[in-house]
């Protein structure tokens, strides 16, 4: 249950238990109360039948006889006298016409009778449940020659009182009940409009996507709704205060990543320089040992002296791809180097795998197209580095005698293009970082088994700067990476497809 529902529930639930408990009490007192004042008036009326009955012999001492006279008693009234000659008998005031202020007399009936006498059984106050009659409250009282008096007064107007407070107060709880539910729903959802208001800025806050490109926190909590003079309000004012240093946090960490990739661009720039006159002094000196070695015919001499030039040379070749990769990777972070236009996927694909094929002729090389061309907008350069970086992949890291396939498919609006080999498998605990930069899953970086580690994360980038998404799932004779491209880029491959 919300908190909302759990405080009314307390609330109404100890209110509506005081309320019954007060009820209860109020009730056993009333009815107590009004039990003692019958049984005060009880007792008044039957001492004074007694003393009426104490003036007739016992042969005519009879409830009749005794009523008929001057005595003048109450409608509802029940008498019964127990005479040592005549024998019970018994009478009810009952008010059959208008013009008799205390009504007539009903005679009691046997049953009615033994109903009183077992009710007493000996006591002199007790109550009673008379057939036809209802409840009454029952005295007896000696009145001498033998003679004892049983007077009794009803208490249905006791138990209607009782009934009708009973229904006032039920009533009224109700009514109360009704009222302090709204009132407590409206207290309740006034005071808790702050963590309302909380709850909807965090949810807003949760669905954006603060890992890509720039991000900024605006949302906030109203001020009219972090008041930090309130308890509920507070909450919303430290959320605030959370998302100012979040959001501070962000932009500190984006100017740090601005910077970071500006800082590789400018240094890949410059590098590519020197690297260039490296090279191009090397192959210079090269060219000219070779030809001093012909002319002066000394191999022994510049033997060492080419193989020293010959690995500066290589190295610096290599170091040239390390920069060029660091700078595309920075210009396509910074959403550049993408020249669109019109790709055939298929010839694409064609052209990757005869490329390949020379470079590891112990592979199993094979491709499956569609008859028709799959064509995207995009660069086709780029893509045909995607392809490359992937194919040598396969390549670098699966033993001699593997099978490797291109594929290339549409699956509705997206161009799919699939890499599977029936290697070895990717170890799992590189599998997350597959495509991180610098990623290499031989921890010995050593020439011959691949380039930077940067080529997944080249191509990632470069299917990403096409709205697109590259994916892997592997198990041992099972790898296949797969890259989903929109035809046009105006759409955006579903990572989760």
């Known amino acids: 249950m919300s908190l909302q529902t759990r405080l009314m529930t307390a609330v109404i639930g100890f209110v509506s238990l005081i309320l019954i408990i007060v009820a209860i009490i ?34 005519s001492a009879t409830a009749q006889n005794i009523l008929t006279g001057p005595y003048s008693p109450p409608v509802g009234l029940v008498f019964v006298v127990s005479s040592p000659v005549t024998g019970f008998s018994g009478a009810v005031v009952t008010n059959t016409s208008e013009d008799e202020l205390n009504g007539s007399l009903t005679s009691l009936d046997g049953t009615q009778i033994a109903e009183i006498a077992v009710a007493l059984n000996g006591a002199s106050v007790a109550t009673v449940s008379l057939s036809d009659l209802g409840s009454y409250r029952m005295m007896a009282v000696p009145a001498g020659n ?49 963590l309302r208001a909380v709850a909807v800025t965090a949810t807003r806050v949760a669905n954006q996507q603060l890992d890509r490109g720039e991000v900024t926190i605006t949302e906030r909590v109203p001020a ?48 590519r320089t020197p690297l260039a006159s490296i090279r191009g002094y090397s192959e210079l000196s090269l060219r000219a040992l070779r ?5 002066e015919q000394k191999p022994e001499v510049i033997e060492g002296t080419t193989s020293s030039l010959e690995r500066i040379q290589a190295q610096s070749l290599r170091m040239t791809r390390l920069v060029e990769d660091l700078l595309l990777l920075a210009r396509l972070d910074e ?18 795998v005869s490329d390949a094929r020379p470079t590891a002729p112990d592979h199993h090389w094979n491709i499956e197209v569609p008859d ?36 290339v498919g549409r699956e509705g609006d997206e161009a799919v293009l699939r890499v599977h080999d029936d290697g ?49 799932t592997s198990e041992p004779g099972d790898t296949t990476f797969t890259v989903r491209v929109p035809i046009t880029p105006a759409q955006r491959a579903d990572p989760d497809a």
């Open 372 to 407: 028709e061309p799959v064509t995207i907008v995009g660069d086709a350069g780029r893509m045909h580095q995607v392809v490359t970086n992937l194919l040598a992949n396969a390549r670098t890291h699966t033993p001699a005698g593997t099978s490797i396939t291109l594929s």
């Open 424 to 472: 070895p498998g990717i170890d799992p605990g590189i599998r997350d970082e597959l495509f991180a930069r610098f990623a290499r899953g031989d921890s010995s970086r050593a020439r011959q088994t691949g380039g930077t580690g940067l080529g997944l994360a080249i191509a990632k980038a470069i299917v990403e700067g096409h709205h697109g998404f590259i994916s892997v």
């Open 224 to 271: 009219s709704e972090a008041d930090p003079r309130t308890e509920t309000g507070l909450v919303g004012a430290a959320l605030n205060k959370l998302l100012d240093h979040v959001n501070t946090s962000l932009a500190s960490r984006q100017k740090n990543e601005e910077r970071m990739r500006r800082f590789v661009a400018d240094a890949s720039h410059e590098l």
């Open 291 to 295: 030809q001093q070695s012909a002319e």
């Open 146 to 194: 033998g003679v004892t008096v049983v007077t009794g007064l009803p208490r249905d107007e006791i138990q209607n009182q009782l009934a009708q407070l009973l229904t006032v107060i039920a009533l009224a709880t109700i009514g109360g009940l009704i009222l302090l539910a709204l009132t407590t729903a409206i207290t309740i959802r006034v005071s808790l409009r702050p």
């Open 335 to 352: 959403g550049q180097e993408l020249v669109y236009g019109t790709v055939d996927l298929t010839q694409l694909a064609l052209e990757s």
């Open 26 to 59: 109020t009730s056993a007192t009333l009815g107590k109360t009004m039990e003692d004042q019958l049984d005060q008036k009880l007792n008044t009326y039957a001492h004074q039948l007694a003393r009426l009955t104490e003036g007739f012999a016992p042969s």
